[in-house]
């Protein structure tokens, strides 16, 4: 059964299977207005790459994920395996982990969840950027709380 059944008539995501999806981040060159991005991927079977911008948030212990709407990436070679597509895609500086457990067909909001945010380790071997504030406190002492005097 192929991952895009149901998806409604004119969908970039119906009619074609799936040959890889992975979540991103992306440091966006000074040129093109800089700055962190981050969302999911999906290469398409007929050599279409999909991209959608998003990614979760974390509060009051629940995860909420939320993406805009699939768009294809005008770049693509075409390239079908995925295992090339991933060397492609980190050749143009893309960091890319499993994907988030968001279903391809929701595009707005998944969530919110009880639970933590998957932490990076639980993900290995594949690194994951995490741009949320949550991420970059403990790694950044500059960012991190002092405490009140």
């Known amino acids: 059964m192929s991952e895009s059944t149901g ?6 995501l119906s009619g ?3 040959a890889g999806r992975w979540s991103f981040g992306y440091d ?3 040129d093109l207005g800089g700055g962190f991005v981050c969302g999911e991927l999906l290469l398409r079977s007929d050599g279409v790459l999909l991209r959608r911008y998003g990614g979760d948030s974390y509060r009051a212990g629940q ?3 939320k993406y805009g709407p699939w768009h294809e990436v005008s770049w693509w070679t075409g390239e079908t395996d995925p295992q090339q597509a991933v060397a492609l895609l980190k050749s143009r ?5 499993e994907h988030e457990p968001v279903p391809i067909d929701k595009s ?5 969840n ?3 945010p998957p932490s990076a380790s639980a993900k290995a071997p594949a690194r994951r950027l995490d741009f949320s504030s949550r991420s970059i406190a403990p790694t950044n002492p500059l960012l991190a709380p002092r405490p009140l005097a």
């Open 7 to 12: 998806l409604p008539p004119g969908d970039p």
């Open 16 to 18: 074609t299977a799936i």
């Open 28 to 30: 966006m060159p000074d």
């Open 63 to 65: 995860v909420t994920w």
């Open 93 to 97: 500086r893309y960091d890319l982990s």
């Open 108 to 112: 707005t909001a998944y969530g919110p």
């Open 114 to 116: 009880p639970g933590h």
